[in-house]
């Protein structure tokens, strides 16, 4: 079974540009999570989707990210301006169908984003 | 919100030693859920702890949730360095959707 997908595995650019990260869940997951985790840190939540629905955004800056899964499968990330504060390294994982949160999630291997 | 605190955030020990990391909430969780993440690599599910007192073991790993459902911990007997890694504890809150994890505890296994 293949595992979650996203790229780029790095991406390096100036503040104030923008930057998009694309996750690929695992085949017939419905829930599909976003995290960014700071160096030494824990994962932090940004969003989490149910499908193609917003469950829980609460720890999301709107004013400089969003993010979209629009068919429910893939989904995108965009973080636009990027201030120097994003620097660190944005998980995409998914689990096969709680929206409860209860179920194993399961991450990629990340996007590092470093912020000059 | 809820805040999920771990400690110790380092703990180096001599291959054969035990280790023990420890998960506090500030609210009363639902379940709770240990990761593992390598060096470079991403969080890898351990276990997910359910109910008040639970206890579960996984080879050298003692997983416990406390009484109250507010504390947790990992116990590994004799260490070995393939351990070597950095322990997330993940809790839920009740009624919440949203997984909060603590700061973690980073292994160091001394060969």
């Known amino acids: 079974e293949a595992g979650v997908a996203q790229s780029p595995r790095y991406k390096i650019i100036e503040k104030r540009q923008s930057v998009a990260f694309w996750c690929n869940p695992i085949?017939?997951?419905?829930?599909l999570y976003w995290y960014q985790q700071i160096l030494g840190q824990g994962p932090k939540l940004l969003i989490q989707?149910?499908?193609?629905?917003?469950?829980?955004d609460s720890q999301l800056p709107k004013d400089r990210f969003s993010a979209e899964r629009l068919k429910g499968v893939d989904s995108t990330l965009k973080i636009q301006p990027a201030k120097l504060e994003d620097s660190a390294v944005y998980l995409c994982?998914?689990?096969?169908?709680?929206?409860?949160?209860?179920?194993?999630?399961?991450f990629g291997p990340g996007t590092r984003l470093t912020v000059l | 919100g809820q805040q999920v605190m771990q400690i110790p955030q380092y703990q180096h020990v001599q291959e054969g030693e035990d280790f023990t990391t420890y998960c506090n909430s500030s609210?009363?969780?639902?379940?709770i859920q240990w990761y593992k993440q390598r060096p470079g690599g991403h969080p890898v599910f351990l276990i997910q702890?359910?109910?008040?007192?639970e206890v579960k073991k996984q080879k050298r790993l003692t997983f416990q949730f406390g009484e109250a459902k507010k504390n947790s911990s990992l116990h590994i007997t004799a260490t070995q360095t393939t351990d070597v890694g950095t322990y997330f504890c993940?809790?839920?809150?009740?009624?919440?959707?949203?997984?909060?994890f603590g700061k973690g505890t980073k292994l160091s296994v001394i060969p």
């Open positions: 994982a998914s689990s096969l169908d709680k929206a409860s949160g209860t179920d194993t999630q399961y």
């Open positions: 085949s017939g997951h419905a829930t």
């Open positions: 989707f149910q499908n193609n629905g917003v469950v829980d």
């Open positions: 609210t009363t969780l639902s379940n």
């Open positions: 702890l359910v109910k008040s007192g």
């Open positions: 993940a809790g839920q809150g009740a009624g919440s959707y949203q997984l909060t």
